[in-house]
Nanobody, 131 residues
Framework: QVQLVESGGGSVQDGGSLRLSCAAS????????MAWFRQAPGKEREGVAG????????YYDASVKGRFTISQDNSKNTLYLQMNSLKPEDTAMYYC????????????????????????WGQGTQVTVSS
């Protein structure tokens, strides 16, 4: 069982920055794919950024590309999301997710944003951006 705990959320002004962290239990060594999702009130959960842990390749939603950076520190079993140039529309609850395997015949690069493929989830951390 993998346990994920997010932290680093908060309230910032338009244009500000935050860095989210996702601390994973040691059993997270079995996680080969990790991602950040977010969900705003009344909206569906959406993928923000994903990372193939083995290759290090990263993927981003178009709305955050160039502003957000997903990274990993394997020595600390921690996943990060650096968020710069934040906008009010980035306001949401942010979740960390992990998966050990990816569905056969699906390529992670093209499907990383599919929430149902991830086995484990954190409890979320709130990000609020005010104008």
């Amino acid at each position: 069982q993998v346990q994920l705990v997010e932290s680093g959320g908060g309230s910032v002004q338009d244009g500000g920055s935050l860095r989210l962290s996702c601390a994973a239990s040691k059993s997270a060594n079995s996680a080969n794919y990790m991602a950040w999702f977010r969900q705003a009130p009344g909206k569906e959960r959406e993928g923000v950024a994903g990372i193939n842990i083995r290759s290090g390749r990263t993927y981003y939603d178009a709305s955050v590309k160039g502003r957000f950076t997903i990274s990993q520190d394997n020595s600390k079993n921690t996943l990060y999301l650096q968020m710069n140039s934040l906008k009010p529309e980035d306001t949401a609850m942010y979740y960390c997710a992990a998966a050990s395997m990816w569905p056969v015949l699906l390529i992670y690069a093209g499907t990383w944003y599919t929430a149902s493929h991830y086995n484990w989830w954190g409890q979320g951390t709130q990000v609020t951006v005010s104008s």
